[in-house]
């Protein structure tokens, strides 16, 4: 039985910005490209997601031979709760000068050591992973790396679209499912949330944790979302310039939509400002 189960990519947009290539990590800064992968996540109602991973990888071709690695700073194997990846926290998984050329394909390899903690529950739940899985997915990147330039991706990794209940058998199932942009290429909104305390008379307003704060486009269409923080504040990163709503949902406050178009401009975090949860009218 193979001890690693699955191979995963997610990278699409590249844009490139000229940098001084004179790392070590190279001897030939000449025809050489930087390449930095960040990972953040999109929400998920699990109080912890942890997933390990064991190796990433990049392709200059089209085959399924090829393959190199990246070597991350700290080495593998990469261990990290996604759910800790949000308000602005961001994992650094790799920052390498590489040879420059094409880049046809990028993955990641997990291992079998993620699990999954429920909200409420102590034990942690192995999270399966289908055999089809098992051989990877490959996305096709077919983009050429310049000499000099520096190539950074965000990698937006849905957890709530990750985790799938294998009906009422109990068990769990990890299909990822990553939202991915340069970071040069795109943008960025915060802001920080605040409501009245239920039943409190007094006009204080307290931040609002583990509010899920969702983001859609001009034609009303899903792109992502993620929680706040224990201080109430949030941010979402790699969307591409345009206009968006935010609109959030709880159990306890009016549904909020914002009136206004955010406007996300590349390479520019749009502070969206406190928004004011209202309690219902009884």
Not at 38 to 61: F, H, R, T
Not at 125 to 149: H, M, R, V, Y
Request: glycine fraction near 8%; include cysteine; aromatic fraction near 8%.
């Amino acid at each position: 039985m193979k001890k690693f189960a699955i191979l995963f990519f997610g990278v699409l947009i590249i844009v490139a910005s000229t940098v001084s290539c004179s790392d070590d990590k190279t001897t030939d800064p000449e025809n050489s490209s930087r390449v930095i992968l960040k990972l953040v996540d999109a929400e998920g109602d699990y109080d912890e997601v942890n997933v390990e991973i064991i190796d990433i990888q990049y392709n200059s071709s089209e085959e399924d031979t090829g393959w190199q690695s990246f070597s991350p700073e700290g080495g593998y194997p990469i261990q990290t709760d996604l759910t800790e990846l949000i308000a602005g926290n961001e994992l650094l998984l790799s920052d390498e000068v590489i040879p420059s050329g094409w880049m046809r394909q990028i993955r990641l390899v997990l291992s079998e050591n993620n699990t999954l903690k429920l909200e409420g529950q102590e034990d942690l739940i192995p999270l399966k992973t289908p055999s089809a899985q098992q051989s990877g997915l490959k996305i096709k990147l077919n983009q050429e790396l310049d000499p000099g330039f520096s190539y950074t991706f965000i990698l937006d990794w849905d957890v709530h679209r990750s985790v799938v209940e294998a009906g009422n058998s109990g068990q769990y199932i990890l299909k990822p499912v990553i939202r991915a942009n340069a970071e040069v290429n795109s943008g960025s909104v915060s802001g920080i949330v605040v409501a009245d305390l239920i039943g409190d008379e007094s006009t204080e307003l307290f931040p609002q944790e583990a509010v899920v704060v969702g983001i859609y486009n001009s034609e009303d269409e899903y792109v992502t979302e993620t929680l706040t923080d224990a201080e109430g504040k949030f941010m979402i990163q790699g969307l591409s310039p345009g206009d968006y709503r935010i609109q959030i949902e709880t159990l306890e406050y009016i549904p909020y939509v914002s009136t206004a178009p955010v406007s996300i401009a590349a390479g520019q975090v749009t502070n969206a400002g406190t928004i004011e949860l209202q309690v219902p009218v009884n």
